[in-house]
């Protein structure tokens, strides 16, 4: 590998992923990352995230070798460590708190679906701990796929891929040219855009997609549910749905058709400030034209209520015809599934134990796709040692300071650990608060297999490691060093192992894969399988019932309604009118950037020249009433905290509405905590309750706020003189919480 020049096949990772590239290296250093014009989803398309790769594999601020804490915490001083004393000293934290309190009290955490997720998953299991949690669970995809296979078996998907494209599309809570890949790639998605006939975009921001769509919802954020269950009550009540496929495969449809016959378009104009005529002429496109597809976005997971408004939402292909059917919503591929030494669960017992598993049981229960912990219950139990402690939390991949709702409740938490030990690429201002911080590989250094699209995937890519640089490790290396140190089985004893094992179990279902090895798959580059149609003609769909269960029985069982309903947001114009009176407006965070993966990337410089600092962005009408005016600081306040960001005034957002930037610290300054408590849009959200019934998560979207220029003095710090806050809050007494829904 290490003479001169090379090119491999890989699948580039700087987001979710899936990108089949060519990398180019020369005496073992990587020289170009080019679009591989072979691979089908990017027809060797690559964006400039992709393009930036080697700027973030040879960045100077890398964490190199491991390093453990000699200063107080949170002071951020470090000293260089060996690997072994590292992992002995992890090895040697968890046999102690195991000891004193039991297992259970070590937690696993993790970010965003990351090529170590599953085994995250896999190291917790084998460990013991039914403490295992992410900050994307419960309000990232999951919602959407736990959702999706109660009631239909599996995630329905966009095809995008065979000769019949989509006439209607309809973009809900998403925005793929931007977001993707996640359930779908970027290039796909553009290509696709040219044909469809219909565009249809729910979105209280008028986004490129928006632009050019032939009909725009603007909606008050956090009422997608009223709207879906609206345009439901327009398609029964016009009997515009697919009656043979509805009479044939569904259940519950009469149920349904009660359920929604109060929410009229009349009912939901008032909610959700769409006009009733677009809400019935959207239900119609939608209705009647074949092929139509869904594509539905994070947007309409992070409030209370989202198991309910992805079921209502996911009724409208399964009504109208649109499942598994050429163009439409592809479904129950699954062609490379997690190694079922990946899926091995816990003893029935333990799993009882985890926080959150005796309320969210769709979720934290044990027929959960990955069973996981309740957020904010392992907060609290950090804080409180309620209804256990929780003494220590090894996190791999996850900048919580940053991504976890209620930031400042996140860092009193680290800062109350007894043992925190964090894995990154960088040192952040979370990884800062650790007594160990290990330094991770990043993706040109690692080998994994990427299987796309998420949720019904029919791609599968070699990623190949190409390089190490430093003292760097994958995750997976990691877990595997501590099970041996630990005595504890994983299934395998190398990265390679676990995914030849993968690749075999795969070739029990699609002959693409027989005898390949990952090796053998390097040089391929990927395994490509085509999208099979009209699946459930033969199997059913694989539900209890074999058909879609609109009524769902299962969650009729574990005690939550069967049937989608609408509940307004706990903090919003109608359901806190007095808290509106002083925080006027509707608070959305997160929206993607195209130059950014959440938080990772403010230290690339070509990636922050194109978007230098945090924006808020606000209507026009709504900053003249305060005299904002574009690039100025304001002040975003919501109960819980207050922010700065700099105005971004545009047209193309309600005026009712204020959109903040998420993931903002900064690396440059070098202080501790890298300017985390200035721009960060977590300080303004809620972790405490109402959650979701049956998933528990919280909010993170569709909050109130109020805004206010960053004028003069009285908004100095007083020790620094700077309109900027830039110290942590103090570390109070531990909150006492209230576990009542
Ligand atoms: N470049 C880049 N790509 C990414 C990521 C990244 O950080 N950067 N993150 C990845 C991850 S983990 C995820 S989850 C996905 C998320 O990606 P998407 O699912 O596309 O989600 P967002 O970009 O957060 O929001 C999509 C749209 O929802 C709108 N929106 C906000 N509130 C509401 C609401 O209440 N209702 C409706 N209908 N719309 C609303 C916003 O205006 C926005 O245009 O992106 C993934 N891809
Ligand atoms: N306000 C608000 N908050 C949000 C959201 C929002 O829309 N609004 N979105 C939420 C969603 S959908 C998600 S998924 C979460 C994402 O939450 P996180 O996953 O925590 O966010 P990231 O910044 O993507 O990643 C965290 C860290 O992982 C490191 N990293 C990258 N690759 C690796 C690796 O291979 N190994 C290791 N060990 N480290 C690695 C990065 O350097 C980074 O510091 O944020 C959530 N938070
Ligand atoms: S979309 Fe994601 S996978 Fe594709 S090139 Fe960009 S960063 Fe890489
Ligand atoms: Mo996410």
Known sequence: MNNGMKIYKSACRMCHGGCGVLVYTENGNV??????????????????????????????????????????????????????????????????????????????????????????????NALGTPNWLNSGEALCFTPRLLSSMITLGGLPVCDYYGEIKPKCLLVWGHNPVVSGPDGEIQFKVNECLKKVEHLIVVDPRKTIMAK??????????????????????????????????????????????????????????????IDADMIGKAARTFAANH?????????????????QTVRAISFLPVLTGNIDVPGGCIQGMNIAPEISALSKRLPEETGKKRLGAD???????????????????????????????????????????????????????????????????????????????????????????????????????????VTRLWECRSDEEVFIDLAKRLHIDLGFTSVTEALDIQLKEAADHYPQFAGLTFDALKEKGFISVPVQYYKYRTNGFNTPSGKVELYSQYLETLGYNPLPYYAEPPESP?????????????????????????????????????????????????????????????????????????????????????????????????????????????????????????????QLRALLCRIAPVTGDQDKDKETGKTTPSKPPSVGKPVSIDFDL
């Open 291 to 307: 092929p139509a597809a869904l594509e539905w976005g994070v947007a309409i997971e992070q409030t209370p209520n989202c198991l």
């Open 574 to 698: 109608l359901s806190t009118p007095e808290l509106f009176r002083e925080y006027p407006y509707i608070l959305i965070t997160g929206s993607r950037s195209p130059y950014f993966f959440h938080t990772e990337y403010r230290q690339i410089p070509t990636l922050r020249k194109n978007d230098p600092e945090p924006m808020v962005e606000i209507h026009p009408d709504t900053a003249q009433k305060y005299g904002i005016n574009m690039g100025d600081w304001v002040w975003i306040e919501s109960p819980r905290g207050k922010i700065q960001q700099k105005a971004r005034l545009t047209e193309d957002i309600d005026p009712r509405v204020i959109h903040v930037t998420h993931g903002w610290w900064f690396p440059e300054d070098k202080k501790p905590g890298y300017g985390v408590w200035k721009s960060n849009a977590n300080l303004l959200t809620n972790s405490e309750k109402p959650y979701d019934p049956a998933l528990g998560t919280y």
């Open 31 to 124: 020289t170009a990352i080019k679009g591989d014009p072979d691979s089908p989803l990017n027809k060797g398309k690559i964006c400039l995230k992709g393009a930036s790769s080697l700027e973030h594999l040879y960045h100077p601020d890398r964490l190199k070798y491991p390093v453990k804490r000699t200063g107080k915490k949170g002071e951020g001083e470090f000293t260089r460590i060996s690997w072994d004393e590292a992992l002995d000293e992890i090895a040697a934290q968890i046999k102690k708190i195991k000891g004193l309190y039991g297992i259970e009290s070590v937690a696993i955490g993790q970010g965003t679906g990351r090529h170590h997720y599953n085994h995250t998953i896999n190291f917790a």
């Open 359 to 465: 309320r969210f049981k769709v979720i934290c229960g044990p027929n959960s796709l990955w069973p996981s912990a309740h957020i904010a219950s392992v907060f609290d139990a950090i804080l409180t040692g309620n209804p256990y402690p929780i003494m220590a939390l090894l996190n791999f991949g996850n900048n919580g300071l940053l991504t976890y709702a209620n930031s400042k409740k996140v860092y009193q938490a680290l800062m109350a650990l007894d043992f925190f030990v964090a894995m990154d690429i960088y040192r952040t201002p979370t990884t800062d608060l650790a007594d160990i911080i290990l330094p991770a590989a990043a993706w040109l250094e690692l080998d994994e297999l990427v299987i796309v699209p998420y949720g019904a995937p029919h791609v599968v890519l070699a990623q190949q490691q």
């Open 212 to 273: 050019s769509a032939s009909l725009w919802l603007q909606i008050r954020p956090g009422t997608d549910n009223a709207l879906a269950l609206s345009m439901l009550n327009v398609i029964i009540n016009e009997e515009l749905y697919d009656k043979e496929f509805v009479s044939h495969w569904t259940l519950g449809f009469h149920e349904l058709a009660k359920a929604v016959k109060d929410y009229t378009p009349q009912w939901a104009e008032a909610i959700t400030w």
